[in-house]
């Protein structure tokens, strides 16, 4: 029995497909899926690394639980081993999707005790054993969503709305991106402070829709093509497992205005993280990631004709 009632107006016609973290707990958001893990494992302290998006800090200091920055290197690993005493965990991010080797090392000092922060490797594996968190939005077009791995559960009765939050989505599609964009900015930080709830109704279906394959060959290829024409120029490198799928390409450019310039051109490249420069000194390895990475788009969205485009801006800058 069909308890939305038959006829009427019509929906949204959305492919019917499966999740592909199908075995996952679908929660509202990323942040939410940490808190749900700090819950459960009632953790006294987690290490987590200066190079991180200050959201993360959102559930620790609501559960009053305490924390220690770490520094990375510039291949983006922990500096050090840390001895971890009871009640402690150790939380590594998976940067840009990149770094599934160095997750796997620390599963193996760590353990059960080791957080894992997928939010920017959607593809990755989770390891057994090793609490593992997703956020969907950073990788596909929806307005929240996370899927977190655990073997410990919460009762999570309460389900999100958010068809509120698709006003930029809907935007880009309808008058472009900067038209959008106010809203999308409106959403972020409408997803502060948001109690753990199951994941909605809207962003189930919206998931349930994707070509992951397709969009996974898409981001690798369009990787692969960057990397061919870019690499000679860019002081960081970076090989690309087969079975990893990059969220965007990292070009470490000293030429501060280059970010800029891309921008002027429609090509829109985040800062990750900003917050991390009230943390530390300016030379710090983070502080110089913050100002120096350009993260370069690559999704499923585009083919090669925009990574020319992309390649053209840059080379035209060396240039000058």
Known sequence: MNEEGIGGYFDLELFKGEHYHKDAIRLN???????YILRVRKYKKVYIPYYTCDV??????????????Y???????????IELKAGEAFLYTNYFGLKQNTVKRLSSIYNERLIIDNAQAFYAKPINGIDT????????????????YTNKTLDITDQDVSYHRMN????????????GYKDFQN?????????IRKMSK?????????????AKEQRQSNYMFLNQKLSGGNNFQFSLDKNEVPMSYLYYSEDLALKSRLIDNKIYVPTYWPNVLNWLKPRS????LVNKLICLPLDQRYDKNEMEKIINIINLAHNE
Do not use: M
């Not at 958001?29 to 808190?35: G, P, Q, S």
């Not at 520094?71 to 081993?81: A, V, Y």
């Not at 959403?187 to 109690?195: A, K, R, T, V």
């Open 71 to 81: 520094h990375i290197n510039e291949q983006l690993e922990p500096i050090k081993d």
């Open 202 to 214: 809207l962003t189930e279906a919206l998931l349930s829709s994707i070509d992951y394959s397709k």
């Open 29 to 35: 958001t990323a942040r939410n899926c940490f808190e």
């Open 187 to 195: 959403n972020e930080i409408s997803l502060i402070g948001q109690p």
């Open 168 to 179: 930029h989505l809907i935007k880009r599609i309808d008058v472009g991106a900067e038209e």
């Open 133 to 148: 968190f997703y956020s969907a939005r950073k990788f596909f077009g929806v307005p929240d969503g996370a899927y977190l």
């Open 56 to 69: 993360l800090l959102e559930p620790l200091l609501k559960l009053e639980v305490s924390f220690e920055f």
């Open 285 to 288: 390895i983070e502080s110089e």
